[in-house]
Structure formats: structure tokens, C-alpha cells
């Protein structure tokens, strides 16, 4: 997509996304709080859905991990130990022409000279390091002695609680940790709309293993990932496998490989893989003078396990899936006329509402009891709504625009007016091909919950 066709779709896709209460922005009234966002009624779902579905696969359907929830205020060491005090932080420079405060790598060049991006202005100071993390205190001293961190990713809680969790769950080597929770970064330049956010949530794995399993695993879990991708409606040609060289490698790390989506905005990483060997409970064991070590029994050897992290990021996949959803066809309108539709094309797994139920009239009592008894009989299993408003046409195209993959309409046959045969069937109607089949209310259940799981 050129630049001005992608600003363009994207501006659609945010515009929807707050119109139809997927995301707004964070303290909008106040004029905005750049790099924080809040999911309204709709994007809640979908985001706990993708949160839901990960939990699924990456904790509930295997026995080899175990998961955890940890703070976010950390102690101020974990994160020395870590390395995040010392080195996490991006080089800055500001630009002196239109005082814009940028990250080096956003500088464009010209003839070999740098410039800035927007303003064209070639007067920059020289890069600084500035450190992304968000520091507080805790009770009333502000002073070096009551400093801690937002924390700027999940994974260290996994570090230095492995040894409590590897105890209680008498798990064996490989096994894994995961989290899902917030994460805070003080990026220079929050943008592409959630893409770079200040305060962000990911989803991480940290996957123990003896140091010879180190590089077979990293292979695996990036096959592991890239299903997951597929499975949540991600198709495997828009994701893109970049193998991290060396030189933009940690330096700890034996093996990167990021995981990238086609963004409108261009190919940009959606997950980190990462082979982290044990940098991270070897720097805890010094720093905090306990042993991380595991005792392999069969082995008798004691030894700092290594480890494989696949870390995705929420915020990013939920756009991922927003923007792969998106789609403009052409549907017939009341009276017949075709005009252009927005659907949200979301694998019905991850889908915010899975089903609406319509009565064809809101004043016919016989309908709207029926339509009543069917949500009744689904909500239990599924997020159902229910919407008696507008011709049926309209509420059709609501449920399309938030992606809502089923409708079901309860009309005059459902009541057996027509054909005594057709007495408790309902219309089905499935979101992107638009056709309705007749279904049984007492096969509504099982229908839906094949098709959603
Ligand atoms: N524990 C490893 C780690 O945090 P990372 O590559 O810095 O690695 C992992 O972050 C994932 O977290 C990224 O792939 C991305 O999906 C998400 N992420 C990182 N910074 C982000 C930001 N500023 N806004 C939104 N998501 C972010």
C-alpha cells in the first residue's frame, strides 16, 4: 500500500475503531494522554478473547507450563540485575528547527545528512541515551531510598519467581512460565495509532530447558507462534519471519527471531522469539546471592536453567486483527440497492459477540418472548446481544460493522404460522457470505459453540 492510501485506511480503522467502541483515547476529554489508550465495550472483548485464547494454548492445553500474575512495581534491584537500569534505553536527539524530540532511527537521510522527518530541519543535537523506564516511589519519602519501577516488561517477575513456582509445581525441565499483564515504556515517540503505546500489556513465555534444547526449542516455539497467528484468523503470508542478526542481537542472546505482521503502515513486529540462554537467573542468582539453580535427578548435575521466550505484545495483535478484519464489500440495502458495507471479518474465536439475536418485530410479543428464550438458552455459553431496534437490515449491518459472525432472526415461521414444519426453526445468517439457512433452536447450541471454538 502507498503512504497515502495507508494513512488513509488507517484513518478508517481508527475512526471505526472509536465510533463503534473499540478504542479511545486515554483521557480524551483532557485533550489525550499521548501513548495511552482505553478499549471500550467492544475492543474489552475482543482483547480478552485474544488474552483468553492465548491463556488456551499456551497454559490450559499442555501440561509443561504453569502460569503466574506478578506486580508491576518492581524493586528497583530486580531490574539492576536485569540490566534495565544500566542499558534499557534508546538513543534521542531533538531537533532545534521545529523542537520535535526523536529516536535516531526516525531521522531520514539526504545525500548522506541527516534530517529530521518533520520538518526537513538539519540542526539536531547528538544523540543522548534516554532511559525508557517509568520511575515512582513508594510511600511518602521521595528519595533514592523508595524508588521502583512500572515495569517494563513481564518477564522478569518469571525470573525471580522461578524457583518458588518450580517448587510448588514440581514441574521437570523443559517447563514453562507464563504472564499476561502490563508493561510501561516511555517511548520517545508513541505512534501508529496503539502500535508504540506507553502502556501496553504482553503475553510472555518463559520456557526452561537444558542448555543443549536451547536452539531446537527457539525453532519450535516460532512454529508454535505462527500457529497461533493462524488459528486466532491471521493468514501465514501477511506474518513474516526475520531471523535478528548478530549485531542486533542482545547480546546474551543466541537466537532472535521476530515475528512481523503486515501492518497499512508497513511490516513491523508483532512477537520477539528469543533464545536467552541463562542471562536473566544467572544475573538474579549474583545479584541476589540466592541459587537459581535445578537439580536434574536423573543427571545428578545442578545447573542454571536456559531459557526460550516467546513475547507477544496484546495491543499490537488486537490491531493486527483489526486491521486484517477490516474489509468494505457491497450489500443489498432495505430496498434492494446495493451500497458499500463495512465488516469486521473476525475469526469467530475471537469474535467480541459471537451471536445477535433479532425478533423481525419489536411489537409482535410472540417474537420477541421466543428471541427472548434464545438468548436465555445461549448466553451461558456464549456473549450474545440482542437488539429489537431498526429493520432488520440495519441491525444486520451493526453486528457486521463489530465483526458479530452469527444473527439470528426469530420471524413469523418460527411461530409456525406459515408451515406447522417450520414451527421452532430460527434464520441463521453467517456475516461475510450473508446467506441464512434454517436451523432448529434445539441445534443452535452445539451449531454455534462447533463453529466458535
Ligand atoms: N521480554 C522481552 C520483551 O519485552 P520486546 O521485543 O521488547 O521483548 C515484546 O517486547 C513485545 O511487546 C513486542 O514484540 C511488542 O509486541 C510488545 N511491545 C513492546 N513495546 C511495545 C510498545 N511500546 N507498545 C506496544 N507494544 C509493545
Known amino acids: 500500500m502507498n503512504p497515502k492510501a495507508a494513512s488513509q485506511h488507517m484513518d478508517k480503522i481508527v475512526s471505526l475503531c472509536k465510533r463503534r467502541g473499540f478504542i479511545f483515547q486515554s483521557s480524551e476529554i483532557y485533550g489525550g494522554l499521548n501513548g495511552a489508550w482505553d478499549y471500550g465495550p467492544i475492543g474489552v472483548e475482543l482483547k480478552r478473547n485474544l488474552k483468553n485464547y492465548w491463556w488456551r494454548m499456551m497454559v490450559h492445553e499442555r501440561e509443561d507450563v504453569v502460569g503466574m500474575d506478578g506486580a508491576i512495581l518492581t524493586h528497583p534491584e530486580v531490574l539492576t540485575a536485569s540490566g534495565h537500569v544500566g542499558g534499557f534505553s534508546d538513543p534521542m536527539i531533538d531537533c532545534r528547527s521545529c523542537k520535535a524530540h526523536l529516536r535516531l532511527d526516525q531521522l531520514i537521510e539526504k545525500k548522506g545528512i541527516k534530517q529530521c522527518p518533520n520538518c526537513g530541519g538539519k540542526d539536531l543535537t547528538e544523540a543522548r541515551q534516554f532511559n525508557l523506564m517509568f520511575e515512582t516511589h513508594l510511600g511518602a519519602a521521595a528519595d533514592e531510598s523508595s524508588i521502583a519501577y512500572l515495569r517494563p516488561e513481564t518477564a522478569q517477575s518469571i525470573f525471580v519467581q522461578f524457583k518458588n513456582i518450580l517448587e510448588v509445581s514440581r514441574k521437570k525441565l523443559p517447563f514453562g512460565i507464563a504472564q499476561i499483564g502490563k508493561a510501561f515504556r516511555n517511548e520517545i515517540n508513541p505512534r501508529n495509532f496503539t502500535f508504540r503505546s506507553r502502556e501496553f500489556e504482553q503475553m510472555e513465555l518463559e520456557y526452561f530447558c537444558r542448555p543443549e534444547q536451547g536452539m531446537g526449542l527457539l525453532e519450535y516455539w516460532k512454529e508454535e507462534r505462527l500457529r497461533f497467528y493462524e488459528n486466532i484468523g491471521i493468514p501465514r503470508d501477511k506474518l513474516h519471519v526475520k531471523a535478528v542478526p548478530d549485531e542486533e542481537r542482545a547480546f546474551y542472546s543466541k537466537g532472535t527471531y521476530d515475528i512481523e505482521y503486515d501492518f497499512p503502515f508497513g511490516v513491523q513486529e508483532l512477537e520477539g522469539v528469543a533464545y536467552r540462554t541463562d542471562y536473566d537467573l544467572s544475573q538474579h542468582q549474583k545479584a541476589s546471592g540466592k541459587s537459581l539453580e535445578y537439580f536434574d535427578e536423573e543427571m545428578k548435575q545442578k545447573f542454571i536453567p536456559h531459557v526460550v521466550e516467546p513475547s507477544a505484545g496484546v495491543d499490537r495483535t488486537v490491531l493486527a486483527l483489526i486491521c486484517e478484519a477490516y474489509a468494505e464489500d457491497e450489500a443489498p440495502d432495505e430496498k434492494g440497492k446495493m451500497e458499500t458495507r ?60 463489530i465483526g458479530t459472525p452469527f444473527g439470528i432472526t426469530v420471524d413469523f415461521e418460527t411461530m409456525g404460522e406459515k408451515d406447522p414444519k417450520l414451527r421452532d426453526t430460527v434464520t441463521l445468517r453467517e456475516r461475510d457470505s450473508m446467506k441464512q439457512e434454517r436451523v432448529r433452536i434445539s441445534d443452535l447450541l452445539q451449531l454455534l459453540s462447533m463453529r466458535i471454538a
Open 342 to 401: 463495512i465488516v469486521l471479518r473476525f475469526h469467530p474465536r475471537i469474535a467480541p459477540i459471537k451471536c445477535a439475536v433479532f425478533p423481525l418485530l419489536k411489537n409482535k410479543e410472540p417474537l420477541v418472548a421466543k428471541a427472548k428464550e434464545i438468548v436465555d438458552l445461549l448466553r451461558p455459553h456464549m456473549y450474545i446481544f440482542y437488539d429489537e431496534s431498526g429493520a432488520i437490515g440495519r441491525r444486520y449491518r451493526r453486528q457486521d460493522e
